[in-house]
């Protein structure tokens, strides 16, 4: 019996649901050849996947599920990856935490710092594949203000605030430790 659950979802709203999740630019690349369609698909300026049909709609779906299935295969080696490198190094205290905002942010309350002061460096690019530059700086008790660092550019304001807390993480732990 077919159900809403049970009914699979159509291949570009899967891919764009995706991408809306984990804060990354899709764009799709059409192109004609006579009577031949192609269409390409890039996330964060990669081509991840591409098909071809006489119907470009068709062509779009068949590019987005061929997309879905490379990021599979991707995610599934990362993982194993992930799982080999905890293997040698034994467990880990942190886990596999990445450096982020919100570690930097904690740094600051337990040490009575205020909050982390970000600001746009830049902004720019078409709509579909804008860039993002953010810096960040603290002021930290002992020291004053820290360098200001400058992250790199980013698809989101998000990943560029994390790319700029990331170097100051970095310079912080040279200076405490």
Same mark, same amino acid.
């Given at each position: 019996? +077919? ?19 984990? !804060?990354?630019?899709?764009? $799709? =690349? ?8 192609? *269409?390409? *698909?890039?996330?964060?300026? +990669? ?8 119907? =470009?709609?068709? &062509?779009?779906?068949? @590019? ?13 080696? &990362? =993982? ?37 002061? $970000? ?7 078409? @709509?579909? @594949? ?16 820290? !360098? ?13 605030? !994390? ?12 200076? $405490?430790?």
């Amino acid at each position: 019996m +077919v159900t809403p659950e049970t009914l699979p979802m159509h291949p570009v709203r899967e891919l764009q649901e995706r991408c809306q999740q984990q !804060d990354e630019g899709l764009e $799709y =690349k059409a192109t004609r050849n006579g009577n031949l369609a192609t *269409v390409q *698909v890039f996330i964060d300026g +990669v081509e991840i996947g591409v098909a071809q049909n006489p119907q =470009k709609k068709m &062509a779009q779906k068949l @590019a987005a599920r061929n997309a879905l299935a490379a990021l599979k295969v991707v995610e599934t080696e &990362a =993982k194993e990856k992930e799982k080999e490198k905890e293997n040698e190094e034994g467990p880990k205290k942190n886990g596999s935490q990445t450096f982020t905002r919100q570690t930097l942010n904690d740094i600051c309350l337990r040490r009575n710092w205020p909050m982390p002061l $970000y600001r746009c460096v830049s902004e720019g690019g078409p @709509a579909h @594949a804008k860039r993002f530059i953010f810096a960040v700086r603290v002021n930290t008790s002992d020291k004053g203000w820290t !360098d200001e660092c400058v992250g790199e550019p980013m698809p989101s304001v998000k990943k560029a605030k !994390d790319s700029a807390a990331v170097l100051l993480l970095e310079l912080l732990n040279r200076w $405490y430790a």
